[in-house]
């Protein structure tokens, strides 16, 4: 993809009404982007209905939630959950009585994984073995959610999976170089890439990530033909990420993380959704923000696009109430660091020659470099000791806003979307925010 459709306008269309039913198709853990989503759904009054990835016993063999565990589930979504464990991804699976991937990584060490190789033909019937699972799994799920879906109701069917590194001790260890590493301790992304194990992890994070999405369509697909013949629409949204424009220098630009290693399986995620628009299914994914998460406090750096949006508040006319979230942002920092000083910091990293080389969308995602983790890395750690607490940061205060204005823009962009692959940079996330604070 060479182009982007950016969503520029709050969307204000609504097919959706008070007992359609919006399915998320993938487990709700913590606070994240689903939420939004969820929320908006709740307003409107849809039935809302999950399912679960399952649990691993003490035998790693893939189980339903107990009753508490489904209680517990069903508390944290607020709606029913099909307890059906739809785990994603082949690392634990294989034919019966041979070795699974996570196995066969087992004895990989820090020495030895550039050079380790893997039984490219026995992965392939571990990579079988996992996709049969969970379609055979998923052909359960669609038989009870099909008597769950009235004739003629709207469905919101949003797909939220994503991930795939096998549980491997090594990888840690590896990833904290990768995408923590400076100096004497930086490793280059490509050296991932180029491995057995790297190859391993790529092929699982497309499984996870972006083959579900497709297994999600195929298998809704007579749910979707009744529901359709009996006057209802049928919507399926995912979470995408390929870079978001923020404020540099005064005007939106395009600019990425680096290195995105699941970038590969982001970009498969988009080819699914545009094969499904140009059969005339409307499947859309949204190319997020960079926000903090539990899971993306390993790349260190993230967090960095994040700061401009405080500019893009202002920018859109937010007012009294953007100087409102600057002033709660302040409030963070130490006595004798300012706000403005931070974002100078910011605008410096972002008008670098070394920034600039990475802002290349035809390229994306591109490998990582010495010079670029030590600027990045320097500026996250200069940043985070400018703050009294590690543990209450400017860019978990922004990253709730972002998940606050997203929510709205996919589910009411969802009604009638402009593409299969949308992004929502700053500015329409500000506008998003700013109208409903201030109007």
């Not at 030590?374 to 607490?389: A, P, R, Y």
């Not at 997203?406 to 979307?417: A, I």
Request: hydrophobic fraction near 40%; glycine fraction near 8%.
């Amino acid at each position: 993809m060479s182009s982007r459709v950016s969503l520029r306008d709050i969307p204000k269309k609504n097919i959706f009404r008070k007992g359609d039913v919006f399915v998320l198709f993938g487990e709700l853990f913590g606070r994240g982007y689903a939420n939004g989503l969820i929320d908006e759904a709740r307003k409107t009054g849809m039935t809302i209905i999950g399912i679960t990835v399952g649990r691993r016993d003490e035998n790693n063999a893939l189980r339903p939630l107990t009753n508490e565990e489904l209680a517990q589930a069903e508390i944290n979504l607020g709606g029913r959950i099909i307890n059906v464990p739809l785990m994603a991804g082949f690392d634990l699976d294989a034919p019966a009585g041979e070795p699974t991937p996570t196995d066969l990584l087992g004895n990989t060490t820090l020495k030895s994984w550039q050079d380790d190789k893997l039984d490219w033909q026995h992965i392939e019937k571990c990579r079988e073995a996992g996709v049969r699972r969970f379609k055979n799994s998923l052909a359960q799920v669609m038989s009870e959610l099909d008597g769950m879906i009235p004739d003629g109701s709207n469905v919101f069917f949003a797909h939220t999976m994503a991930g795939g590194i096998p549980k491997v001790k090594v990888f840690l260890a590896i990833a904290n170089r990768i995408y923590k590493g400076q100096g004497e301790r930086f490793l280059s992304s490509r050296a991932l890439l180029d491995s057995d194990l790297g190859k391993l992890i790529i092929m699982n994070f497309d499984e996870v990530t972006a083959n579900t999405f497709q297994y999600l369509i195929e298998g809704s697909a007579a749910i979707r033909t009744r529901v359709e013949k009996t006057g209802g629409q049928v919507r399926y949204t995912a979470y995408g990420y390929h870079g978001t424009e923020i404020l540099i220098d005064g005007s939106y630009q395009w600019q990425t993380y680096t290195s995105y290693t699941q970038g590969y399986a982001k970009m498969r995620l988009e080819r699914v959704a545009e094969s499904a628009w140009a059969a005339g299914i409307k499947a859309t994914v949204y190319n997020c923000p960079e926000i903090r998460t539990n899971s993306s406090d390993i790349f260190v750096g993230v967090e960095l696009s994040l700061f401009p949006l405080l500019q893009a508040l202002k920018r859109e006319n937010g007012g009294a109430w953007a100087e409102s979230q600057w002033q709660a942002c302040r409030v963070l920092l130490q006595e004798g660091s300012t706000l403005e000083g931070l974002l100078q910091k910011i605008n410096d990293y972002n008008a670098s020659h070394v920034m600039k080389g990475f802002r290349n969308f035809e390229a994306w995602p591109m490998d990582n470099s010495r010079e670029l983790a030590d600027l990045m890395i320097g500026t996250s750690d200069e940043i985070t000791q400018m703050h009294k607490d590690r543990k209450a940061l400017v860019t978990d205060f922004l990253s709730a806003l972002v998940l606050e204005g997203t929510g709205p823009l996919m589910f009411y962009e969802t009604s009638d979307p402009a593409a299969p692959v949308i992004w929502l940079n700053h500015d329409i996330i500000a506008k998003q925010l700013i109208e409903r604070h201030c109007k």
